[in-house]
């Protein structure tokens, strides 16, 4: 947001700032219009002395965009490698299923039995409607022929249907305004004049003794998007929808490269992967799922004091 302009040394003032980096991480101490050249009085190093409503950290939102937290863990925050102002990129994984569009409930629907009464004469038919076993035993199917047999057979589902996932890269380039929790007033002040962790246990050194600093794990990001995108976040949050962010480098502000969304059909064709044939023989014993291998390192031996 910082620019630049060309001025005659005759018009130079003491208190202008020439370089960037000078202004890079002061606070204003009132609004300040477009255009304006910045001097040293118009800055201060300390937020609380800036004379703006609201908090310091409003005041760091562009105009037009909103802020929304997020929750990340290690391996969604890319191993905690994301700071303060670093760009991000943000994927999202979801489940997705056929449903009645009626019901919607999950396919297939349980079926019923019709009966009747039977015709009288000037008399409409009386018909009842009972489920003959309920639950699994009544999943509606499907009719197929047997190509040996030439017979119609009535084949249904032997398990619930399976989620089929996405993974697509929906947002990009996104600035992080913060990570972790937001210091409350007076918080870290108090904390500094009581040395009380953020675990809320009080330190007391002995003499001689250096105190480790405690390290909190962030649990959650703020992000600086627009208002559309901050109402897809929080859909995507209260559908407990899968979301990552992946750095970015500051230097690289392309955003017009377009991302193919991942499924199982692209995995497959896109890396030449191939479906196994089925084959008449088979490894012993059998494996139904993938496992990875322990290490001798990797085992924690647990003995008793």
């Known amino acids: 947001m910082l620019g630049s302009m060309t001025l005659p040394e005759t018009q130079m003032v003491v208190d202008l700032f020439t370089s960037k980096a000078d ?40 105009q037009g965009m909103t802020a929304i937290a997020i929750p990340i863990t290690r391996l969604s925050s890319a191993a905690y490698a994301i700071r303060d102002g670093d760009f991000v990129d943000i994927l999202v994984s979801l489940l997705l299923v056929d449903v009645d569009s009626s019901y919607q409930s999950i396919l297939p629907n ?22 003959i076993s309920g639950g699994q035993g009544s999943t509606q199917g499907r009719t197929e022929l047997d190509a040996a047999l030439n017979e119609p057979l009535y084949l249904v589902p032997s398990e619930s249907q399976r989620p089929r996932m996405v993974t697509q890269m929906i947002l990009k380039n996104v600035q992080v305004l913060h990570v972790g929790a937001f210091p409350l007033p007076g918080e870290a002040t108090a904390q500094a004049a009581t040395g009380q962790s953020d675990t809320g246990a009080t330190e007391t050194p002995q003499p001689g003794q250096q105190v480790a600093a405690t390290v909190v794990r962030p649990d959650m990001v703020t992000l600086m998007v627009t208002p559309q995108d901050a109402v897809t976040l929080k859909y995507l949050l209260d559908i407990n929808a899968s ?9 690289d502000q392309e955003t017009n490269a377009e991302t193919e969304a991942a499924t199982l059909q692209y995995l497959l064709s896109q890396y030449n992967i191939p479906v196994p044939a089925k084959l008449p023989y088979a490894v012993e014993p059998r494996t139904d799922t993938i496992t990875p291998p322990e290490l001798p390192n990797d085992i924690i031996v647990v003995t008793p004091k």
Do not use: C, D, F, H
């Not at 001097?39 to 609380?48: F, K, L, Q, Y």
């Not at 349980?110 to 489920?131: C, D, F, M, W």
């Not at 979301?243 to 230097?251: H, S």
């Open 23 to 62: 202004v890079v991480g002061q606070y204003a101490k009132y609004p300040l219009t477009q255009g304006i050249l910045i001097t040293s009085a118009m800055v201060t190093p300390v937020a609380g002395n800036v004379n703006l409503g609201g908090s310091t950290w409003a005041a760091m939102i562009p």
């Open 110 to 131: 349980y079926t019923a039995i019709v009966t009747g009464s039977g015709y009288l004469p000037e008399q409409l038919p009386v018909l009842t409607a009972a489920i």
């Open 243 to 251: 979301i990552t962010l992946t750095l970015r480098n500051p230097n």
